[in-house]
């Protein structure tokens, strides 16, 4: 029996073993798609987790390429002596020059710190890694000692740097200089954090010059999500991301093609951790020593694109579509109550008129979730109101306010306030002009028009439906104000016309008349001629 039961158990598990496995997916998103050996998603305020459960080889030891100089660019700037000037030494210049990304300085020009950097990260310069080093440390080993203590400080416990640049002669399987994604996610997350690395990062294009004027570069960034990239020969593919705000790129034989992105959207930003792209393309491998730039580029652009897809799905799953009609049923106010001073006595309400706004409840808004949170908690006193001293008489749809709905300081929507009934007039006098009144502020300048109707899009980067009336009856007008031009340009040339002819006749008319009365004098002349 014991047998027959073994027997059992060794066939359903051979059956289990044949089921083709499933596909490592992330709550919905195939991390399998992603091209590269390591990756992860984090938000910016959470970035040992996994965003979504997105990671790929996440704590697994790899080269991270010139992604280190996140690193070096943070001590420098902690340094707080980005205004002194570092001698270029020939160690930095003469480092591997074949095979090395450059900023371009020259041995015994003086560089300021600060230049240095945009230099370190926008084309991602080694040697200008070596020049920060020496100058801030001493020694490039110095800085790298420093590089290990911050790392540790901040928790990224399987990292170890040898080199401030990244380059290393160590091999895929087993590199020098070591990270995982998610000890980068961890350095980018704290980076992100300083407003001069976050300028660094984010510029496309920056110009500098040595310490005497005599050595101009313009250095321009490596990250395709900010700008395109531009050859003469062919069109790269654009990988260009509206939200895009940084961070590095990096690529070394050891490390394979990496990338790690920042990205804002409606207060929240994602980074994104890709390394060791085209590691594991054997195609590539194969060719790259041979391909030229327009045949590499779809590898080139690989770590961009999938940077956008982990992008595009975080934002997607941190938004909520909500509609102005789902706002009011969460008790968003529309409607408000005013007195108004002068209502006749015998006003069944006694003067208290309530004003509304015309808003479009199909209007469709994108709220991610920070927005939505506070607007949860402040759905009651959303509205702010702006009315000024309401006097009768007043008539039902009168325009009398506005109102906007706001979450924190950012505007969702607004509308015109318009009055629910009419409100006639009584008989002005002392004690009912100082009335008080809900608000003292000065009538505002508003359209009797359409809804005055916003859009969400502050608070997403994502497009949301918004109303077009009042885009059409401005264009209707534009229209029909050249049409009235038109028109009355073609008349006055009509009278023109009219009148230049009308002066011709006249003229004409003069000339024969002229003509008449001269031949009529010659035959009188003539006649008395004969006579005498």
């Avoid at 230049?115 to 370190?120: F, V």
Wanted: with cysteine; charged share 25%.
């Amino acid at each position: 029996m014991r047998n027959k039961v073994v027997a059992v158990l060794l066939s359903v598990l051979f059956l289990i073993l044949l089921l083709p496995a499933p596909s490592t997916r992330a709550d919905g998103f195939d991390v399998g798609t992603l091209r590269e050996r390591y990756a992860i998603l984090v938000d910016a305020n959470d970035p040992t987790t996994a965003l979504y459960g997105i990671e790929k080889n996440a704590d697994a030891k790899c080269s991270t390429g010139s992604t280190i100089k996140i690193l070096t660019c943070m001590l420098a700037i902690e340094s707080d002596r980005l205004d002194e000037e570092a001698t270029v030494s020939d160690n930095a210049v003469n480092f591997n020059k074949k095979y090395n990304s450059l900023m371009g300085i020259e041995a015994g020009e003086k560089w300021a710190i600060q230049d240095l950097l945009y230099g370190l990260m926008l084309p991602s310069g080694n040697d200008a890694a070596i020049a920060i080093a020496e100058h801030l440390a001493g020694s490039t080993k110095a800085f790298a000692n420093k590089m290990n203590e911050k790392a540790q400080e901040l928790g990224m416990t399987h990292s170890h740097f040898t080199t401030v640049h990244g380059k290393d002669d160590g091999k895929a399987d087993n590199p020098k200089n070591y990270s995982t994604a998610r000890d980068m996610a961890i350095l980018t997350a704290w980076a992100l954090q300083n407003e001069t690395f976050r300028k660094i990062v984010s510029t496309k294009t920056y110009t500098c010059a040595d310490s005497k004027g005599r050595h101009t570069i313009t250095l321009q960034n490596t990250n395709r999500l900010l700008i395109d990239a531009v050859d003469d020969s062919y069109e790269p593919i654009s990988c260009l991301y509206k939200d895009a705000i940084g961070v590095k790129t990096g690529d070394t034989n050891s490390a394979g093609k990496c990338f790690i992105a920042a990205a804002a959207r409606g207060g929240v930003t994602l980074i994104a951790v890709l390394l060791g792209g085209t590691l594991d393309d054997p195609d590539y491998l194969a060719r790259s020593a041979n391909m030229n730039a327009k045949t590499k580029d779809p590898y080139n652009a690989q770590r961009f694109e999938d940077a956008i897809a982990m992008f595009d799905y975080g934002f997607k799953q941190m938004s909520q579509l909500l509609t102005v009609q789902d706002l009011i049923d969460m008790g968003m106010p529309v409607s408000f109550p005013v007195q108004v001073q002068n209502a006749a006595k015998n006003d069944p309400q006694d003067g208290l008129l309530t004003v509304s706004p015309r808003l479009d409840v199909s209007q469709q808004l994108q709220l991610m979730k920070p927005y939505m949170d506070q607007l949860v908690g402040n759905i009651h006193s959303m509205a702010e109101t702006k009315i000024g001293t309401l006097v009768a008489p007043i008539n039902e749809g009168d325009v009398v306010g506005t109102v906007e709905y706001k979450v924190g300081a950012s505007t969702l929507f607004s509308s015109n306030l318009y009055a629910d009934r009419d409100v006639k007039e009584g008989i002005l006098s002392n004690e009912q002009s100082t009335t008080p009144t809900i608000s003292t502020q000065e009538l505002p300048q508003v359209s009797a028009g359409a809804p005055l109707m916003g859009t969400a899009s502050t608070l997403t980067g994502e497009p949301v439906k918004e109303t077009n009336a009042k885009k059409f009856i401005l264009v209707v007008l534009i229209v029909l104000f050249v049409l009235v031009l038109i028109v009355f340009a073609v008349f006055m040339v009509i009278v023109r016309i009219r009148r230049e002819r009308h002066r011709k006749a006249k003229a004409a008319a003069r000339r024969r008349k002229r003509m008449q009365q001269e031949r009529i004098a010659r035959q009188r002349a003539a006649e008395t001629d004969r006579m005498k």
